[in-house]
């Protein structure tokens, strides 16, 4: 069988290729102990001889990854094994069948189900039980429908059961793949990160330093190293921002908003809220810093600090710059500048959660939005 890393599907596909030997084995010993109810036991035979083939065809294409990867082996193998129970009709009259005398492909008729239900999941399952029992039920006689009921129950519990099953661990497979791939991601990472911080990042550090000591044309250039710098290190901190599903990370979302006047400082593990939640606070984060770009002075600095307090989420954005009064803020709102009223306010209210602003002339400005998690 191929080797497949991370497919958590290969037990089942390996069971059921051995049930499909096993019960051809059951359906030649069936024969054999029948022996002599048989009418035709020369169709009885070329019938056990279709059925090993097929099961030697079927259980080599579910040791392969061409037919497990779509369900097109696993439909082939219903067709098929239907085919097979009617094929019974070449040892058996159908009114013997009727009478009692035996389906001779037996067991064996329950693999298609299991295919199915392993490829396409429960819906897979169900699908495939109810053709073999339909099959079965043609077979038998819509009179003697009750004697094939313990037989229909068994297969819509094998098709309910491992579909269900084989569903789980393909969503357990995705995030196990999903899992080692952040692993990877992060690992070089941390490689380029200490390569970049034995070097480039010393570098630059050192061009800073220099050029802020030397002054004149080299005070520009000790500015865009210090730029770069901060650069290189949002990008060295920069998490995958998507964890699961709907679900974010505002802590990935909000470190690349890091500059050379603004800090931002997050927890160590993430904080994980609905996209759209995390989405629309880091609009508001940038609106802020917006704000202190345009009102609090050419040289403030602004600080961006995310706690994570269990029940909500508290996001601060806080500069040392000129700042205001309350009195002006309102007034804003008033004027219909939207930038704090609909931006800021607005998103926040819309999320079901709280802004409160603290400033003071000469004692910059700070923003605190509040957003509760459950």
């Known amino acids: 069988m191929e080797r497949e890393t991370g497919d958590l599907l290969q037990p089942l596909w390996r069971a059921l290729v051995a049930f499909r030997v096993i019960t051809w084995g059951f359906a030649c010993f069936g024969v054999w102990t029948r022996w002599d109810g048989i009418v035709r036991p020369s169709g009885a035979v070329l019938q056990l001889a279709v059925m090993g083939v097929w099961t030697l065809i079927s259980s080599y294409g579910y040791s392969r990854r061409w037919g497990r990867r779509n369900t097109r082996l696993a439909f082939v193998d219903l067709a098929v094994t239907v085919a097979c129970m009617f094929a019974t009709l070449w040892a058996q009259p159908l009114i013997d069948i009727r009478a009692g005398a035996s389906v001779l492909t037996s067991v064996w008729a329950a693999g298609p189900v299991l295919a199915l239900a392993i490829s396409r999941g429960r819906d897979g399952g169900l699908l495939g039980a109810g053709t073999i029992s339909l099959a079965l039920l043609s077979l038998r006689g819509i009179e003697h429908a009750s004697k094939i009921l313990g037989n229909v129950q068994l297969l819509l519990v094998a098709g309910l059961v491992v579909g269900y099953a084989a569903s789980t661990l393909r969503q357990a497979g995705a995030r196990l793949r999903e899992a080692i791939a952040v692993e990877s991601a992060t690992a070089e990472r941390l490689r380029l990160s200490r390569s970049i911080h034995d070097g480039v990042l010393q570098v630059l550090a050192q061009v800073q330093r220099r050029g802020t000591a030397i002054g004149g044309e080299a005070l520009e250039l000790a500015q865009l190293a210090a730029e770069q710098e901060v650069a290189l290190r949002s990008l060295m901190s920069t998490r995958p921002p998507v964890a699961d599903g709907d679900q974010a990370d505002l802590c990935g979302l909000l470190l690349p908003l890091a500059t050379t006047r603004v800090d931002v400082v997050v927890p160590a593990g993430q904080v994980l809220l609905p996209a759209t939640t995390a989405a629309e606070l880091v609009a508001a984060v940038k609106e802020a810093l917006s704000n202190v770009i345009r009102h ?23 500069d040392d710059g000129v700042g205001t009064t309350p009195a002006r803020l309102e007034q804003a709102r008033v004027d219909g500048r939207l930038g704090v009223s609909q931006s800021i306010r607005g998103r926040i209210a819309d999320l079901g959660g709280t802004v409160t602003v603290r400033t003071a002339p000469g004692e910059g400005t700070e923003w605190e939005l509040k957003v509760v998690t459950a």
């Open 296 to 318: 609090a002075g050419p040289d403030a600095r602004c600080w961006v600090v995310v706690e994570d307090l269990g029940e909500e989420i508290v996001v601060s954005i806080r």
